[in-house]
């Protein structure tokens, strides 16, 4: 007789309990001490209260109810049963409290729980059913690691959300210790949403606002105050999760100065083995994807980002409770790049853990919004995050060239060098026909050498008279190349057209070898060299390197979540003697440029995800969901498509390669294998399968993962990936590239007239109130302009919400007229704020340099002063020149240089350099005698005029 709906729910259930660790009774052979949580079915309760599915014994003492209903049945409506339940236990049977705390409502398929403990005792949805030992833990043990202002402020008796309602004020500031107004804002309202028991909340912050700070600064607290058991923190990849260690053990608290290390185990998972004792876990979602399978992963596929492998798994495999890891493992999650691990196959993860989620993202798409129940606990985009001097904004330097926008071609006739992709050798050969190619060819089937070239020496010709004038250093440039071996051609022509050695421009990539790659991350982060890192994807996101100065684009992007992560590398703020450590010539960060050689900025971008059709998805992500456990037909069939065809087209040499690799399969073999795998009719006879039909004891599901095994090996995939490349690139040395376009955007020229408009309106508005600016309105009275004056005036400029510098200011002017303003590729220096101030307010026609003017106005006074009499301290010595000696006209020009770097000379600067290495003010009186102060006075007047 077919089984009743109900009994196979109860089935489920029992078997969801034997799996957490309950021991499962009936009610006649109840043993309540027979393990240390016992479920006793059918019990009986209390006359008028009926019967439980399910008494939860814990410790011997009952401590709640599970209520079963057939699956399909909605569990809210049976709230209102399990309630009455939990409040009729039979008086004289042991309890841990009444009524009992702990309510489950389950159909096997779904389960809901209630913790009675809480304030407001609220339901929520569980993969599973927690360990009696956590229950026990919940009902006795509490927490005892941490206090704050008393001597017992983790109470024993109290939950997490209980602890949740009386948090401790936050620190914002202390010695040593600063957030930001965006983090403290995040920090406080997820406190908030927490408190108010929402499951999950997303935080929105710009990239380089500090995430990840505020993201230990909230764990923290969380764990300190909160009495949080342990924190997952997900990361994409490998070198994301070192990175994130990394920061975890450089946390110094507010609340006691000891490290984060020192108070809490934070453990970076690397292996399947989770130290029960870490208060933090990091790992990759693949890595955790990986334990919960209980399946190992391999570390190099950990390095590989995880992003859109998912779409593969048109029906992904599911994950099933697993007693080593319990759901209630973590009590917090926080997944850093939100939007890319909100997916169907990522998803498993995060839904497994009855834990509250904490999105972190600074694009998020509205699909992350919907998964975070559009509870948005911070929202701090870029251009707030520019506003507050937390992040910089950026120029787009647009550089177009003619093969870079239409193709080549090269004649028939004409050699060209074919270098093999795999080992780089190069041979010659002679055309016999004409060879023409696409744009899209460039850099993987055909390498136009002078295209590159040509893109990298206008890149060096206009860096230091349009990108970056007046630097001497390459400001630190991260470029993104299309893959590993147009990185290699890239470095390689930017050390030729720089005239530079090895350690000038260094490849970033997973094929980096010798120094590690988080080694040269590091190099270019803090030390001078390199000056370019050449890059395919490694640094595209997460990786904090806040000296980057220019990103440059040599490569496509689609995704504009892609794209915003690889543009956010450059807006990170850093102060200026940090970036003076690794970039001496630099005043400050106040922007970074983007060179966009593609067209990437002009592009529309899009936030959709890839369709699941095979046909179109590149064989390193087929392989890559192979090795997460991916054997769903589609994506088997398609790679033993591929396999078959790249079997035909590799050399013997090779083919041997892979049956070395693959322990003694041909790819062949490896295509067949997967093909028999896929086809039912190869399944075994029922007679062989003891009776059972092949179908009902897995034979197909089975099947197909020992088929593609060999494929979860990163050494065999790699090599395979490696032969799949065309054999041969053709090297165009022939075809000589020009240039079509260099310049700034309009974008960056629409920036310059809101940085423009912005400083004017500034002006007008405060022209009355700013002794600068009264003095600059009214300068026909020739009131002197001080020094203190000019600086208060540009530390309003400085403050938000302004936010204006000097230098950003003057090349916002040289980008809407070159033809007004001078001494662009120069140095900015506080005295140029007058010429700025002259200029707008339209004193002036042209754009000078305040020392370039003071230098003239030198000239001209000095030429006035030929036709007088000798100084009477000069006489008639030998060295006259005019009304001057040699010595003089030395000192009269250092004079006329301070007053350019200072506004006005006084005696008392003359004991500074470089006058006091000349003898300083008693040298000055004896060359110039009582003449001395007519001359400062009128050098005061008239240069600064």
Same mark, same amino acid.
């Given at each position: 007789?077919?089984?009743?709906p109900e009994d196979l729910a109860r089935a489920d259930i029992d078997r969801l309990l034997k799996a957490a660790g309950w021991a499962v009774q009936p009610y006649a052979e109840a043993n309540i001490h027979a393990a240390r949580g016992v479920a006793i079915c059918n019990f009986t309760l209390e006359k008028g209260y009926g019967f439980a599915d399910y008494m939860l014994y814990v410790d011997g003492k009952a401590a709640g109810v599970i209520e079963a209903k057939k699956a399909g049945h909605t569990l809210s409506g049976v709230e209102i049963q399990s309630d009455k339940y939990v409040k009729g236990l039979p008086e004289g049977l042991p309890a841990w409290r009444k009524p009992l705390p702990f309510l489950y409502e389950s159909t096997g398929v779904e389960t809901q729980f209630t913790n009675g403990l809480d304030p407001?005792?609220?339901?929520?949805?569980?993969?599973?059913?927690?360990?009696?030992?956590?229950?026990?833990?919940?009902?006795d043990t509490g927490h005892q690691t941490a206090r704050f202002d008393e001597p017992d402020y983790l109470s024993r008796s109290e939950t997490f959300l209980a602890r949740m309602q009386r948090m401790p004020p936050l620190i914002e500031a202390s010695e040593g210790f600063r957030l930001w107004p965006a983090q403290i804002v995040a920090i406080k309202n997820l406190e908030k949403s927490l408190a108010a028991n929402k499951p999950r909340a997303l935080i929105q912050m710009a990239t380089g606002s500090g995430k990840t700070f505020t993201a230990i600064s909230f764990i923290y607290r969380l764990i300190k105050f909160a009495g949080a058991r342990r924190v997952l923190f997900l990361v994409d990849r490998g070198n994301l999760g070192r990175q994130t260690k990394k920061e975890f053990d450089q946390y110094v608290s507010p609340y006691n100065n000891f490290t984060f290390g020192e108070e809490y185990i934070v453990q970076h998972l690397t292996s399947n083995n989770l130290d029960r004792t870490a208060r933090v876990?990091?790992?990759?979602?693949?890595?955790?994807?990986?334990?919960?399978?209980?399946?190992?992963?391999?570390?190099?596929?950990?390095?590989v980002s995880a992003s859109r492998v998912d779409s593969l798994f048109k029906s992904p495999e599911p994950i099933d409770y697993n007693p080593a890891i319990p759901i209630e493992t973590f009590d917090i999650i926080v997944t850093d790049e939100a939007h890319r691990s909100i997916y169907n196959l990522w998803r498993q993860v995060l839904e497994y853990f009855d834990a509250y989620l904490v999105g972190l993202t600074a694009t998020p798409s509205k699909q992350t919004f919907g998964f975070f129940n559009q509870n948005l606990v911070m929202e701090y985009g870029h251009e707030q995050a520019v506003a507050d001097g937390v992040n910089v904004n950026y120029d787009v330097y647009r550089i177009r060239t003619q093969v870079s926008e239409t193709g080549g071609k090269v004649d028939a006739g004409y050699y060209v060098d074919l270098r093999d992709k795999l080992t780089r050798k190069v041979r010659w050969e002679q055309l016999d026909e004409e060879f023409a190619y696409d744009p899209d060819k460039l850099d993987r089937d055909v390498v136009a050498v002078d295209q590159i070239r040509t893109l990298v020496r206008t890149f060096r010709d206009k860096l230091f008279t349009e990108i970056f004038p007046g630097r001497t250093d390459v400001p630190k440039t991260l470029i993104f190349a299309k893959d590993d071996s147009h990185a290699e051609d890239i470095v390689r022509i930017v050390r030729e057209e720089f005239a530079k050695g090895n350690e000038f421009a260094q490849k970033i990539t997973y094929r980096t070898t010798g120094e590690t790659?988080?080694?040269?991350?590091?190099?270019?982060?803090?030390?001078?060299?390199?000056?370019i890192a050449v890059t395919v994807d490694m640094i595209a996101t997460g990786t904090d390197i806040k000296p980057l100065e220019i990103?440059?684009?040599?490569?496509?992007?689609?995704?504009?979540?892609?794209?915003?992560?690889?543009?956010? /590398?450059?807006?990170?703020?850093?102060? &200026?003697? *940090?970036?003076?450590g690794v970039t001496p010539d630099a005043k400050a960060k106040d922007h970074f440029v983007i060179v966009d050689c593609v067209g990437v900025c002009? /592009?529309?971008?899009?936030?959709?995800? &890839?369709? *699941?059709?095979?046909?179109s998805v590149p064989l390193d992500k087929l392989l890559q969901a192979v090795a997460l456990g991916n054997t769903e037909p589609e994506v088997l069939s398609s790679i033993a498509a591929r396999l078959a065809r790249l079997e035909k087209d590799l050399p013997d040499a090779d083919k041997a390669r892979i049956t070395q690799a693959s322990g003694g399969l041909t790819l062949k073999d490896l295509a067949r294998r997967l093909v028999d795998a896929l086809n039912p009719d190869l399944a075994p006879s029922p007679l062989a399968q003891g009776g059972v039909p092949p179908q009902a004891a897995g034979w197909l599901e089975q099947a197909r993962s020992d088929a593609a095994k060999p494929l979860c090996d990163p050494n065999l995939r790699n090599l395979i990936l490696t032969l799949k490349q065309k054999s041969e690139q053709v090297i165009d040395t022939v075809t000589q590239d020009q240039v079509l376009e260099a310049n700034f955007s309009e974008a960056a020229r629409e920036r310059a007239r809101k940085i423009v408009t912005t400083f004017e309106q500034f002006i007008t508005q405060h022209k009355d109130e700013i002794t600068a600016l009264q003095i600059l309105y009214n300068r026909p009275t020739k009131a002197p302009l001080k020094f203190e004056d000019l600086k208060s005036l540009a530390d309003a400029l400085h403050e938000p919400p302004h936010l204006i510098q000097e230098s950003a200011l003057w090349q916002a002017y040289a980008a809407l007229d070159k033809t007004k303003v001078k001494g662009a590729s120069t140095r900015r220096i506080l005295t140029d704020l007058v010429s700025l101030v002259r200029y707008a307010m339209h004193q002036e026609n042209e754009l000078v340099p305040y020392p370039e003017r003071v230098m003239a106005n030198f000239r001209a006074w000095m030429a006035q002063q030929e036709n007088l009499p000798p100084l009477p301290a000069s006489g008639e010595r030998?060295?006259?020149?005019?009304?001057?000696?040699?010595?003089?006209?030395?000192?009269?020009?250092?004079?006329?240089?301070?007053?350019?770097?200072?506004?006005s000379l006084e005696a008392e600067d003359f004991e500074l350099p470089p006058f006091n290495q000349r003898g300083g003010l008693g040298k000055v009186h004896q060359l110039f005698g009582a003449e001395l102060v007519r001359v400062v006075n009128e050098l005061n007047r008239e240069l600064a005029a």
């Open positions: 007789m077919a089984e009743k407001e005792p609220r339901a929520r949805s569980t993969f599973a059913f927690h360990k009696p030992e956590t229950l026990a833990e919940w009902l876990c990091v790992a990759t979602i693949q890595r955790m994807y990986s334990m919960l399978k209980g399946r190992e992963l391999s570390e190099e596929d950990e390095e790659p988080e080694r040269l991350i590091a190099a270019f982060r803090n030390s001078y060299h390199p000056r990103v440059m684009f040599m490569r496509a992007v689609k995704s504009r979540t892609f794209f915003e992560q690889m543009k956010g /590398r450059g807006v990170r703020v850093i102060s &200026p003697d *940090d970036l003076k002009e /592009r529309d971008l899009t936030d959709s995800r &890839p369709m *699941d059709q095979q046909k030998a060295g006259m020149r005019g009304r001057f000696t040699e010595e003089q006209r030395w000192w009269l020009e250092k004079m006329a240089e301070h007053i350019a770097s200072n506004l």
